[in-house]
């Protein structure tokens, strides 16, 4: 099915995915520890101080994260030529540790602003890297790509743990870098607003992104600025990462499943495609956050941990169901 | 004409495999001999234990690692990305977790062994098995095995938090590999599991050498080649989960020690492979060892520098393999 | 007063003479006869490392870090012996120490270290730590034959601990947090800092997180609700540097400021490696307490 037969009934798919992400737009702001009832969002002053301060910025945290994701992923993928890549199984998740890290030890009283500009850097740094390699790898072997990232994403990984293992900072980091928003509030997240202009802008690029994929010769051939093109993809992958990874730290699958599960039924056209993934990732992270705040109310599951499973377990159906179909 | 190439060619490679041997002697004496003090006995022993773990591991990983690529016609894989770590760690942390750091340390070291070299053979199985119903997809096979691994540490990195700080650091120990405390009555049993494995897969490396001309040759040669391959990826298995459970998980060494043994011996057939390869993981750790130990004094780090440099290199020969 | 020193010193001297020859000690795996007065000792536990210093014992073989930097001095002199994860059996079987004394993080060592000589776990696992430290401090006075400084220094952690139970009383209720990052995680009562609940019995303000032996993750808006009148912070990056900035910065929030803790300035910052690396050694227990009772008798 492409995104031309799409169209007739677009209107129909607008409106349930609109109503779906609405539908957990609403829960997400009332599920929390603080008592909130709907009925007292116009009488109680409290209620909508609590909302503004905690509710609100957590769900927005929640959607900006999960479409900034899974733009990241679609984006990652179309760059590498691969469907089964994803920031977080490339190094990019890695490097951004390790940059927290040096940060940390160099600077230790350093705010978090800080720490995030410098895992912003080393994200950058690490995913240019793999992205620059990947492009070399014959292009005959299409897992060759994902795997080598897993073994580049590991040694970087390996190099972060040694790091903070002899340093006691182990723990340290693995907390942080679980994908988690109970640390959320007003003040606290606003950094994902620029992932949000971010995917906006690989929005705005969709056309050229799409040809990229095509390979160097035949966008170059298109008129395309093959290296800029290029340049730009990395920058808006390692940046959306690097936030996300120092705001909330690393849910893993989302740019990996929206874009996979929207592909097999939007094609390749980025353009059509794009809002459905942001969509998509949006939900699936909202969702599991929801599910988190309720498993073991009034403590909290991070949503990581939650999309490791709920994650794993579409990607398995997916993968399984494709290859039946074959 | 070509028999006198092939002849020529075997006598190189058997010239390098004594080479190879010799200098894997070498280390091991270096290995036993330097820097000698304290109760001699005793250290000759420890030192004996780890050597004895070294060796093992390094036939185990290398062993597997080889019959894992030929089943999967692929020189760039190795069976521990097939979320078996993150298995490994994942179980350790449930341990610590339930029983606290303390009770952790006193679980029977034999029960331990046991219980993790069945929950990584389970596992692998599980995903090797469905090989014998469904046409044999191994991007499917692959990716499988790394979206587990997901999921094992992020239930991993759920339990860690929750864990106090010194539970935790008797937990970060298990993330590497070490030689440095190896129980003797492991030794025996991983030992036991890792002879008979390498046995097997000697015995079979003439069917290996047809499994690695591509499965629709072996087939028409006459090969049941469904069969073959689950057998073998079975041993593969126990392999793989044997040496895990002995010292930790090593994830790189695999790949390492392969890409090095091709280069040096340039050659497919099994029965030079697979020597080729076991002795060449045997120098890269004990030698490594040997140096870290008495050149560079942080012996605890070997199972760290191996994954470090380990992953480096494969890198840097893959990049190089990818550009020619 | 002298008759009653020496009636004190006179059990004491028996105690000594019997215990020169052999002392059974309550380790953390039950009880241990340690054959003689051990002359060179190895020591993995830095809680043991911690009090054995306080009892004026010189330890021969230490680890390469000691994280608590009030005794990086004690390396001096000290043979390296490994690190506490991994101890170094060929330097242990150099120096050929009479007693080996893991615990903690290194107490899956011990069946490592037994095979160079007699090794004793002293890990504190009881959410009980106030009382298990003062367990081993007498335990340690015994193996040393040491015993009547040990007990001095038990009726000083005693004293501190009495003095701080009373500068708590009727100041309110109490969370203890860890802080990582941006993230928060809450302990309870049982849990391995829950201790401070119940030796200076200063009420939890969740009775709730009792039903967790381990932490909970937990939301700022959990904080809001549970409200509790005092704050006890770990910041877990505290090892590197400076702890309290970072944990300062992670819980001056909106939500948190609501909470009577905050309002009043009542946030304790603890000594990062006497709250968790070094925790039941005699000064490192001092400290703790220390750092609570100046707090608290900072208000009314």
């Known amino acids: 099915m492409t995104a031309g037969s799409l169209g007739s009934q677009g209107f129909a798919y607008w409106a349930v995915g609109a109503a779906t992400l609405l539908a957990l737009f609403v829960a997400s702001l009332f599920v929390g520890v603080g008592e909130l009832a709907i009925g007292s969002l116009a009488s109680d002053p409290e209620a909508l101080r609590l909302i503004m301060i905690s509710r609100l910025p957590r769900t927005l945290a929640a959607l900006l994260a999960g479409s900034a994701l899974a733009i990241a992923g679609l984006v990652m993928q179309t760059l590498a030529r691969n469907r089964f890549v994803e920031p977080s199984t490339a190094g990019t998740a890695q490097s951004a540790a390790l940059g927290i890290l040096v940060v940390t030890l160099v600077w230790p009283d350093a705010a978090l602003g800080w720490k995030a500009a410098g895992a912003a850097v080393t994200a950058l740094a690490g995913t240019s890297i793999f992205l620059m390699l990947a492009h070399r790898l014959p292009p005959t072997q299409p897992f060759l790509v994902p795997l080598f990232g897993l073994v580049y994403g590991g040694v970087i990984g390996a190099a972060a743990i040694f790091a903070a293992w002899h340093l006691d900072l182990l723990q340290y980091l693995e907390v942080w870098m679980t994908g988690e928003f109970s640390g959320i509030l007003r003040g606290r997240y606003e950094l994902l607003w620029v992932a949000a202009a971010l995917v906006v802008l690989a929005w705005w690029t969709a056309d050229r992104l799409t040809m990229l994929s095509l390979g160097r010769d035949v966008s170059i051939g298109l008129g395309l600025n093959y290296a800029g093109m290029l340049r730009l993809g990395l920058v808006i992958v390692s940046a959306i990462t690097a936030l996300t990874v120092v705001v909330v730290g690393t849910i893993p699958f989302v740019g990996l499943v929206a874009p996979n599960i929207v592909s097999r039924f939007a094609g390749e056209n980025l353009r059509h495609t794009l809002p459905w993934v942001a969509g998509g990732g949006a939900a699936l992270v909202l969702a599991c956050d929801i599910i988190g705040r309720l498993i073991r109310f009034p403590y909290e599951v991070p949503v990581g941990t939650i999309l490791g499973v709920v994650g794993a377990v579409l990607f398995l159906v997916l993968l399984l169901g494709r290859s039946s179909n074959d | ?324 | 007063m002298r008759w009653l020193k020496s009636v004190l010193a006179l059990p004491a001297l028996a105690l000594f003479l019997v215990q020169a020859f052999a002392a059974q000690i309550e380790t953390a795996r039950g009880p241990v006869i340690v054959g003689k007065t051990p002359q060179t000792l190895a020591v993995f536990d830095i809680a043991a490392v911690d009090t054995l210093n306080s009892l004026g014992v010189k330890i021969a073989g230490l680890p390469d870090k000691l994280y608590v930097p009030e005794l990086a001095e004690l390396k001096d002199g000290a043979e390296t012996v490994g690190t506490i994860f991994e101890p170094d059996l060929e330097a242990l079987s150099a120096l050929a120490p009479d007693l080996i004394i893991v615990g903690g993080r290194s107490s899956p060592q011990l069946a490592t270290t037994s095979r160079i000589a007699q090794s004793i776990d002293m890990t504190m696992n009881g959410d009980d730590l106030f009382a298990q430290a003062k367990q081993r401090l007498m335990a340690y006075g015994a193996i040393v034959g040491k015993p009547a400084e040990a007990a001095a220094l038990a009726s000083e952690l005693d004293e501190a601990l009495s003095s701080t139970r009373a500068a708590v009383k009727g100041k309110g209720t109490a969370l203890i947090l860890m802080t990582s990052g941006p993230k928060v995680t809450a302990y309870g009562k049982e849990s391995r800092f829950g201790w401070l609940h119940s030796a200076l019995q200063l009420t939890p303000a969740v009775e709730d997180v009792e039903a967790a032996t381990h932490g909970e993750a937990i939301s700022f808006e959990f904080l809001r609700d549970a409200n509790p009148d005092w704050l006890i912070v770990l910041d877990r990056a505290a090892a590197i540097g400076s702890g309290e900035q970072n944990a300062r910065a992670t819980l001056d929030n909106e939500l948190v400021a609501e909470t009577t803790a905050w309002k009043k300035g009542q946030v304790v910052y603890m000594p990062a490696a006497d709250f968790y690396i070094a925790a039941g050694g005699v000064q490192s227990t001092k400290r703790v307490l220390k750092t609570i009772r100046d707090a608290f008798s900072r208000t009314q």
């Open chain 2, 1 to 324: 004409m070509t028999e006198v190439v092939m002849q020529r060619a075997l006598v190189r490679h058997e010239g390098r495999l004594a080479m190879m041997a010799a200098v894997a002697v070498l280390v091991g004496v270096a290995f036993m001999t330097i820097g000698l003090r304290g109760n001699l006995a005793l250290v000759i022993e420890l030192r004996a234990v780890r050597l004895a773990a070294m060796v093992l591991v390094g036939v185990a990983v290398a062993v597997s690692t080889v019959v894992f690529q030929t089943v999967c016609a692929n020189r760039i894989i190795t069976p521990s990305i097939m979320g078996l770590d993150a298995l490994y760690v994942f179980c350790q942390t449930a341990l610590v977790f339930a029983l606290s750091g303390f009770g952790f340390a006193g679980i029977d070291p034999r029960l331990h062994f046991l219980g993790n070299f069945t929950a990584m053979t389970s596992l692998a199985l599980a995903l090797f098995l469905p090989m014998l119903r469904r046409r044999f997809d191994l991007t499917l096979m692959l990716l499988t095995g790394v979206v587990l691994g997901v999921l094992f540490r992020s239930l991993t990195t759920l339990l860690a938090r929750l864990l106090d700080p010194n539970d935790f650091a008797v937990l970060q120990g298990t993330v590497f590999a070490s030689f440095n405390a190896v129980e003797p009555d492991l030794l025996l049993l991983a030992g036991v599991i890792t002879v008979a494995c390498v046995a097997i897969a000697w015995r079979a490396r003439h069917v290996l050498d047809v499994l690695a001309l591509g499965t629709d040759t072996a087939i028409g040669l006459g090969l049941a080649w469904r069969a073959t391959a689950a057998r073998l990826l079975v041993f593969v298995a126990a392999l793989v989960s044997a040496s895990t459970a002995l010292v930790g998980p090593m994830a790189f060494l695999g790949l390492l020690v392969v890409s090095l043994t091709e280069r040096i011996v340039g050659t497919n057939r099994h029965a030079i492979l697979l020597p080729a390869a076991a002795l060449t993981a045997i120098i890269v750790l004990v030698g490594g060892q040997t140096v870290l130990q008495h050149a560079l004094g942080g012996e605890g780090s070997l199972g760290i520098v191996v994954e470090f440099v380990g992953g480096i290199v494969f890198l840097a020969i893959l990049f190089a393999g990818g550009r020619r």
